[in-house]
DNA sequence: TCCTTAATAAGAATAGTTCCTAAATAAATT
DNA sequence: AATTTATTTAGGAACTATTCTTATTAAGGA
């Protein structure tokens, strides 16, 4: 049977108050100040399993480590390809590829990413002042 | 000034001979068989350079490492989320997320990536056998 | 052919993540 | 409350993909 233990509350209390898109190595720095007892191995454990489980989202980015997310529904990402920050995005109007395919090689898709690689707002003005 | 060696050479026609969205360590094993002398930091070196020279593209998935590729204008992908083999999709009506920006959250873009995530033939039938 | 300098082989080092095992602990049972 | 049991943990070792280091090799111009 599943637990509830002190370590996974705290886990996913600092994920919620980190506000989203933390990478499971930022999670653990921030839990280590406060509880130096937590392991590394127990905080990347108890992600990967509530992503499992579908308490949160897994989204595995291109240009940086995997980054764990409370908020559920599918949604487009755009990250820096400088310091690996990561913000939401929205569009004009939606559009699914999964819908749009024309030819799927064979492949049953099941879920889709939409990702935009570019600066971010501080990564950009460095790159003004170089 | 950059000089012509025999491992490049041998590193770029075996990705060619692959038919595209190999890994470097894909390349590396392939190399390795016929000529065990030239080393993974090479071939490693070798496609990081070339794809900064533009020569090929890096694709760096979700799913599964970096793949290089040597079909340069930017197409979306349909990667395995079993075995990692990646597939080119095209869609019935093309579509620019990056002009279909509603609210870009200060960044910049510069380029996207539509990635598809699902089951290819293989891993479907395995899945179904089960 | 000789010389300069970039590129190489081999393996050590690194970073991020997962695995392993004894010990601790939560829930169920008494 | 005490006992039982099965899961979870801490800590560090192990693993994997990639990059770095250094002595050696070889490309291409003179």
Not at 45 to 61: D, P, Q, S, Y
Not at 70 to 86: M, Q, S
Not at 95 to 102: F, K, M, T
Request: proline share 5%; aromatic share 6%; net charge negative.
């Amino acid at each position: 049977m599943k637990r509830n233990t002190i370590q996974k509350h705290i886990i996913m209390e600092t994920l919620r108050e980190m506000n989203c898109h933390a990478s499971a190595g930022m999670v653990y720095e921030e839990i280590n100040r406060q509880y130096p007892t937590i392991s590394k191995a127990t905080v990347y454990r108890v992600l990967t399993e509530a992503a499992e489980a579908g308490e949160l989202l897994r989204l595995r980015f291109a240009e940086t480590d995997d980054r764990f997310d409370i908020t559920l529904p599918p949604h487009a990402h755009i990250t820096c390809r400088c310091c690996g920050a990561v913000q939401d995005v929205t569009f004009k109007t939606p559009w699914n590829p999964i819908e749009n395919l024309a030819d799927n090689a064979g492949f049953t898709p099941e879920r889709y990413h939409i990702e935009l690689i570019g600066l971010c707002p501080a990564c950009n003005s460095l790159k003004k002042a170089e």
